[in-house]
């Protein structure tokens, strides 16, 4: 097969990741203004790209990410396989101190291998892997789809590069994410590899 070449980008910035409130797969915010402008830079920058597939979980603010791809008439899936992961009865509150102690004694854990656990009521990094592997087995079985654009969350993009580049998910934290970043990874049929380490070229266009 020819090369497929996959733009994997999260979602622009909502009001809750300003305000430091946990969204999760369990709170469907929209875009607020900068998250829009995010979206409009991004299709500035690749709208001339020819996406054979757009792929999006199934909250809003993905949808609202890639409206000008959509726009355009693209074919477009939505996936509750990479939805982000559930942060259970955290979602939707603000960060206190406390619940900060909590969050960071779960992240080390899972930087100590311990991808089983999960918060309170919520999805363990393990759970998410298994649910987006369809998507994964979808998206490699597919190759007229040889460019693709995939819109997805932090969190669950980190646990979705993992596997795709063959890494455990203890080292989930190496792939840093920004609202609207990109990654651009290439896949020969059997390997995947990085071509672009979040990208964020285009929010640094003028007069959007």
């Known amino acids: 097969m020819s090369v497929k070449k996959i733009y994997l980008i999260r979602h622009g910035q909502t009001d809750f990741n300003v305000r430091g409130i946990v969204q999760g797969s369990g709170v469907d915010?929209?875009?607020n203004e900068a998250g829009r402008r995010?979206?409009?830079q991004f299709?500035?920058?690749?709208?001339h790209i020819p996406f054979d597939k757009v792929?999006?979980?199934?909250l809003q603010r993905t949808h609202q990410s890639v409206q000008g791809f959509l726009d355009l008439g693209l074919p477009h899936e939505q996936h509750g396989g990479i939805n982000e992961i559930s942060w259970g009865i955290r979602e939707g509150t603000r960060i206190t101190p406390e619940e900060d102690e909590e969050y960071y004694s779960v992240l080390q854990q899972w930087r100590a291998g311990q991808t089983a656990t999960a918060m309170a009521g919520g999805e363990s990094p393990d759970e998410v892997a298994a649910r987006q592997r369809p998507?994964?087995?979808l998206l490699t079985s597919r190759p007229e789809e040889e460019t693709v654009l995939v819109c997805m969350h932090g969190r669950a993009m980190r646990v979705l590069l993992c596997q795709l580049l063959g890494?455990?998910?203890?080292q989930m934290d190496s792939f840093e994410h920004h609202n609207l970043c990109l990654?651009?990874?290439?896949?020969t049929g059997s390997l995947f590899t990085v071509r672009s380490f979040l990208d964020m070229r285009h929010l640094q266009q003028p007069g959007l």
Request: without cysteine.
């Open 29 to 31: 915010s929209s875009l």
């Open 167 to 170: 890494y455990p998910l203890s």
């Open 135 to 137: 998507f994964i087995e």
């Open 43 to 47: 299709f500035a920058a690749y709208g």
């Open 38 to 40: 995010q979206a409009a």
């Open 183 to 187: 990654y651009k990874l290439h896949y």
């Open 55 to 58: 792929y999006t979980s199934k």
